[in-house]
């Protein structure tokens, strides 16, 4: 039997189908937010783990190099340990900040897609003002995470060259002879451990500025 579409009934289908289409892209909506949000835990997470192997690796490097280290090898196996332990550190933390920054990248610019979409004009500029609020907020964690890399490439430069200098050279001379540029790294670390914190801050804010409760 042939069904008889009506008006009334077309416009149920219509009605219907909007209803889906909406609820269709504020899931999506929300599901970019929770990928952001994600990507923000976990390279908070790595911040947290990267501070604590920043003191172990400060503190072995230390120890091998204080005067009267009576066992070099000993020493230097543990600073060897740690200076790997942080290059591995560092080599996730900029593969977790590249997926942080491109999740947030695509966050915004579906956000700028979707912001031409509505008619009440009070709607559009308070999504356009929530938009620049958003974006202001995220910002600071792309210019903090500048620092951050910069801070941390050039600490992994310096423990990965001591590593290799007292590999050939693992004498109380040897030692003696890169004091100020081991001094130099403790400096380094501490200048590092404040640029993960300023970003750490950044991403709580960006965090509360996008949590649903």
Request: proline residues 1%; glycine residues 4%.
């Amino acid at each position: 039997m042939k069904k008889i579409i009506t008006p009334y009934n077309s416009f149920l289908l219509f009605s219907l189908a909007a209803v889906i289409a909406v609820a269709a892209c504020s899931t999506t909506s929300m599901q970019r937010s929770e990928d952001v949000q994600s990507t923000m835990q976990t390279v908070d997470n790595d911040i947290k783990r990267i501070v604590v192997q920043l003191d172990a690796t400060g503190a072995s490097l230390d120890d091998l190099t204080r005067p009267g280290q009576s066992d070099l090898n000993r020493a230097f196996d543990l600073f060897s340990e740690n200076a790997s332990k942080t290059k591995r550190m560092e080599r996730d933390f900029a593969k977790h900040a590249r997926e942080m920054e491109e999740a947030g990248k695509a966050y915004f610019e579906k956000w700028d897609k979707n912001g031409q979409q509505y008619d009440n004009p009070d709607i559009q500029a308070r999504s356009d003002e929530r938009r620049a609020e958003l974006a202001e907020t995220y910002d600071k964690i792309a210019q903090n995470n500048v620092g951050v890399k910069e801070a941390f490439k050039e600490y992994v430069s310096d423990i990965n060259e001591i590593e290799q200098f007292l590999s050939n050279d693992l004498t109380r001379n040897g030692i003696e002879s890169i004091t100020s540029i081991s001094n130099n790294v403790s400096d380094n670390g501490a200048q590092l451990k404040s640029e993960l914190q300023r970003l750490q801050s950044a991403i709580e804010n960006a965090r509360t500025e996008m949590r649903q409760n």
